[in-house]
């Protein structure tokens, strides 16, 4: 990757589990090639790990304010993270 790899953590908040968020924000990332996972956690958000430019997570964080139609985002916290130059793609994580 020849750009300047970002790496952010975003917590989605809100509901946000069992409507499709984890499938759909990997639709998304694959469409602005980010690398990085999406995962559920055990207090009922969403985790991702995202590294791209900055322009492309910026472009994540926006939508995973809105998320699925059926999704009710209540809050999403973004928070600097260590670029992982091992991931190649984005996954969904369990």
């Not at 759909?24 to 207090?43: D, M, P, R, S, Y």
């Not at 997570?57 to 998320?67: H, R, S, Y």
Request: aromatic share 8%; hydrophobic share 40%.
């Amino acid at each position: 990757m020849n750009y300047s790899l970002t790496a952010k953590h975003i917590v989605v908040k809100g509901e946000v589990q069992g409507v499709f968020f984890r499938k759909t924000a990997k639709q998304v990332a694959e469409a602005l090639n980010i690398t990085g996972w999406v995962k559920n956690t055990e207090e009922g958000n969403v985790e991702i790990f995202a590294q791209a430019s900055e322009d492309k997570i910026a472009q994540l964080t926006e939508w995973c304010k809105q998320g699925p139609p059926r999704a009710e985002v209540e809050d999403v916290e973004v928070k600097d993270a260590k670029p992982d130059q091992n991931i190649k793609q984005f996954s969904i994580a369990y």
